[in-house]
């Protein structure tokens, strides 16, 4: 179980375009997830924390009106990155929370395979 | 702001060999997690520590939290190739965001 999904895993996109990045926990409900991004041999920064049926909360430097976030339902969540460019190439991840009850645990993040984004 | 200071970066060694892997912070954390992350793929989880002093063994993994719940360390014995990849601690912070330290690149020379 606890299993998080990613599509696509991989999008090359021109400057200026807009790509949407779905995450999807697919055996459990996720009240939060959390979108990271990954650039090159660095680690993993949290760009902002996705609540369902609530606005996202978006961490300092992260500019809320490029990087939209909808978490729809309590097994998806979607991150738009609007009006690409270069800079924004990078490996974007998710994670999913559970949502409480079951027997997965409550402290634990079960992150996604990734989504490898690439502007020209 | 609390921040993870991982070390050393990169690793290579000889198979068999034994290594240890630090994570340090001046910042207590209510858990620390281990992840290994394979190129162009998420994290995955490999031990919770929750308890200061609290030692988990997972097969040739040996994990430990320190006391004071702002350190833990990563011990593998007798490396195998299969170990190669890049390690992550990760810190449970305020609101329950994890915070990651910038990982150690460890690689298995057969």
């Known amino acids: 179980g606890a299993v998080v999904s990613q599509h696509p895993s991989w999008v090359i996109c021109k400057s200026g375009t807009s790509v949407k990045i779905e995450c999807r926990s697919l055996d459990f409900q996720a009240t939060t997830m959390f979108w990271y991004r990954q650039f090159p041999k660095q680690s993993l920064m949290l760009m902002a924390t996705s609540n369902e049926g609530s606005k996202a909360t978006y961490e300092q430097g992260v500019e809320k009106d490029k990087f939209l976030i909808n978490h729809a339902s309590l097994t998806l969540s979607t991150l738009t990155v609007t009006s690409a460019h270069p800079e924004d190439s990078s490996f974007y991840i998710c994670?999913?929370?559970?949502?409480?009850?079951?027997?997965?645990?409550?402290?634990?993040?079960?992150f996604g395979p990734g989504t490898r984004l690439t502007v020209l | 702001t609390q921040l993870l200071e991982q070390s050393p970066q990169f690793l290579s060694i000889q198979e068999g060999e034994n290594l240890t892997v630090y994570c340090n912070s001046s910042?207590?954390?209510?858990?620390l997690q281990w992840y290994r992350q394979e190129p162009g793929e998420g994290p995955v989880l490999l031990v919770t520590v929750v308890t200061g002093g609290e030692v988990k063994k997972l097969k040739r993994l040996t994990f430990q939290f320190g006391d004071a719940r702002k350190d833990s360390s990563l011990h593998i014995t007798a490396a195998q190739p299969g170990d190669t990849g890049l390690y992550l601690c990760a810190g449970v912070g305020r609101d329950d965001k994890i915070i990651f330290g910038k990982g150690t690149r460890l690689h298995i020379l057969p």
């Open positions: 910042s207590v954390f209510s858990s």
């Open positions: 994670s999913a929370r559970v949502g409480g009850g079951g027997v997965i645990s409550t402290d634990t993040q079960y």
